[in-house]
């Protein structure tokens, strides 16, 4: 008879434990590596091209961001989470913005490029978005700068369309009495010549996917579904922006006292006996008036006409004050340009703006190259301007900057004087 060791039974048996244990670990290993790998698969930004529901299709292009983090981003705006389960193969997503949202997505297909899932029989198909190359592709694009779109489908609306680098893209649909601004992102394809515009755009117009018919320096021709949008290049204002950066606080000390009480006697149009002469034979003042677009480095601008009259026996004149971007020609609706008292200057920085000199510049305009006293002002607002005063012609402004810098209802404008037009 046999007589087995049980310490060697006892080696036997923990050897199979061993061994069963170590196989449980690999399949458990080789499943998280998959759930992970799957994860990571998933984990980045979607743009969602088109969903079948209910025998229809739609397209609603709208970008999805599946974090790795397990956070959910839809449109710049973090609105719940996600998480992959392996089992069921399904992305399980949980918003409390959108409850809509909530619940499984049940993935029908997934490679490197293409994510096709069910969600409430809806199927959605997604298309992954690779940041560098839509960063190349937009920067040999030629679209950056500003379009006005010359054909809006509603009559009466100007449009106008910033792409700016890397992808942003603003737009802005004026109309009398309206101004309404959208942003969001846009991808260019030239191997495909299609133009993808994704944001808050009306879906009777370009938004979504857009087949490039024709670009150049000047003209941009697009058609969506079935429609054609042509839209010419604004070009960008040839001179620098010169922004404001002063403010109300520069201008007084530590103590809070003004700081330029004298700066009144230094003005150049101080003194009308020396100066009579230089608006005695002036009929009319022209300007151009710009105003910076939103978002954009373009100005939308027009012309205005200051009536002007002077007068020896007064020792006075008066200019139309057309500084606040309309004339007496073309005044809005129920409004009349501000009267003049006779013979005063209403150009003159008035008493309740804050103001000081701070040296001369010869500048050259369409009207002429003139010798000016360059002030700053702000008023209690904080509107600022910047003035160039022409020293030997009184009560004449070569150029205005005028900006309010608020963040919502600011504006940048410039004056720029065109033409002096004298008595025949």
Known sequence: MMFLNPYKLKLKHLTQIMKKTLLLTL????????????????????????????????????VSDFQESGAMIMMDIEIGTWE???KSNVIVIESPLFEDLNGEMLILNLTEKELVANQDGAKLFYRRLDQSGIEAGNKNSGLFGTWELKDHPSPGINTLLTFTEPDMMTIIEKAEGYEGKTSGTWIFDRQEMTLLMIGHIDEDSFNGENNVLSIDKEMLSLENNGR??????????????????FSEENFFDDDGEYKYEDEAGKLPWANWSEMKTGLLNVNQLVYSYSTLVDGTETFDSKILTANVEASLEEEGYSIDFIFYGYDS?????????????????????????TYRIVGSEQITTPAGTFDCTIIEAV??????????????????????????????????????????????
């Open 329 to 353: 020609y073309n005044p809005p609706d129920d409004a009349l340009i501000p009267p003049n008292p006779d013979y005063y200057n209403e150009l003159y920085p008035l008493q309740e703006d």
């Open 84 to 86: 992959f389960n392996k």
């Open 27 to 62: 399949i458990l290993l080789a499943s998280l590596g998959t759930t992970y790998a799957q994860k990571a698969e998933i984990a980045g930004s979607w743009l969602l091209t088109k969903v079948e529901v209910d025998g229809e299709v739609q397209h609603p292009y709208f």
């Open 228 to 245: 054609v949008f042509n839209a010419k290049r604004k070009m960008s204002n040839p001179a620098k922006i010169e922004r404001l950066t």
């Open 379 to 424: 008023n209690y607002s904080d509107l600022r301007k910047k003035l160039w005063m022409i020293n030997d012609r009184l009560g004449i402004y070569a150029k205005i900057i005028e900006e309010d810098p608020d963040e919502n209802f600011g504006h940048y404008v410039v004056y720029e004087l065109q033409e002096i037009k004298t008595v025949n």
